[in-house]
């Protein structure tokens, strides 16, 4: 069994950043692609960014450059820095994983979710 918890959501100022992470506990033995998503009220869930164990990344065209995906997998631990917040970016944020477990099996986990408020 595994787990997933996302942190660091809040309020920001237009032009504020803000760090979400995402800590994976439980039987984790290793972590593929990491990835975050959000779903703003009325909306879609959508692809934010994903980092592979190879650390390659990619990112939705409204967060490039300005979103920076990373993680530690040491801590099993993933990270979304977010700069330059606009108010459009306000939504619920969802970390996802897809986790080896110590018995060799492949969970794709969600975390509960972060909410980010940009506003002034």
């Known amino acids: 069994q595994v787990q997933l918890v996302e942190s660091g959501g809040g309020l920001v100022q237009p032009g504020g950043s803000l760090r979400l992470s995402c800590v994976a506990s439980?039987?984790?033995?290793?972590?593929?692609?990491m990835g975050w998503y959000r779903q703003a009220p009325g909306k879609q869930r959508e692809l934010v960014a994903t980092?592979?164990?190879?650390?390659?990344?990619s990112y939705a065209d409204s967060v490039e450059g300005r979103f920076t995906i990373s993680r530690d997998n040491a801590k099993n631990t993933g990270y979304l820095q977010m700069n330059s917040l606009r108010p459009e970016d306000t939504a619920v944020y969802y970390c996802?994983?897809?986790?080896?477990?110590?018995?060799?099996?492949?969970?794709?986990?969600w975390g509960q979710g972060t909410q980010v408020t940009v506003s002034s």
């Open positions: 439980g039987s984790v033995s290793s972590i593929s692609t």
């Open positions: 996802n994983a897809a986790i080896i477990t110590f018995a060799a099996n492949l969970i794709v986990a």
């Open positions: 980092i592979t164990s190879g650390r390659r990344t």
